[in-house]
């Protein structure tokens, strides 16, 4: 007999994920826990792209598992792994394109 996929369940479950990765790659949420203490931005950003990464790796392993017939992978577990992988690049790009815009405009400021 084939499960029906309740698509309530599902979007809860994709909005919670989404949440979840977006507080993940939230610079701000990190450098609230640490306090008043200095946060090299450099290695900020380095943990960020390298969570980014894992979360990418996670879900074409989930998906790849999926598309061979895993019993232990559902399609809810793959496709969430692979909204979360695409939140947190979104988000991102969307801090390195701000930070070409602040880049851009420093430069164009006469000294």
């Known amino acids: 007999m084939i499960n029906a996929i309740d698509p309530n369940q599902l979007l809860t ?15 701000l949420a990190q ?3 640490v306090g008043t203490s200095e946060v090299d931005f450099s290695n900020l950003m380095k943990s960020a792209v ?3 990464n894992e979360t ?11 598309e061979m017939g895993d019993p232990n ?4 577990d793959a496709m969430i792994a692979s909204q979360k992988a695409s939140v947190a690049f ?3 790009l969307q801090v390195r394109n701000k930070l070409v815009e602040a880049y851009k ?7």
């Open 73 to 76: 992978v559902s399609l809810a």
């Open 105 to 111: 405009e420093v430069m164009r400021m006469s000294v």
């Open 50 to 52: 390298n969570k980014v």
């Open 56 to 66: 990418q790796q996670t879900s074409g392993t989930l998906r790849t598992a999926f």
């Open 90 to 92: 979104q988000a991102t």
């Open 13 to 27: 479950q994709m909005r919670a994920a989404q949440a979840q990765a977006s507080q993940q790659t939230n610079p």
């Open 31 to 33: 450098t609230q826990n």
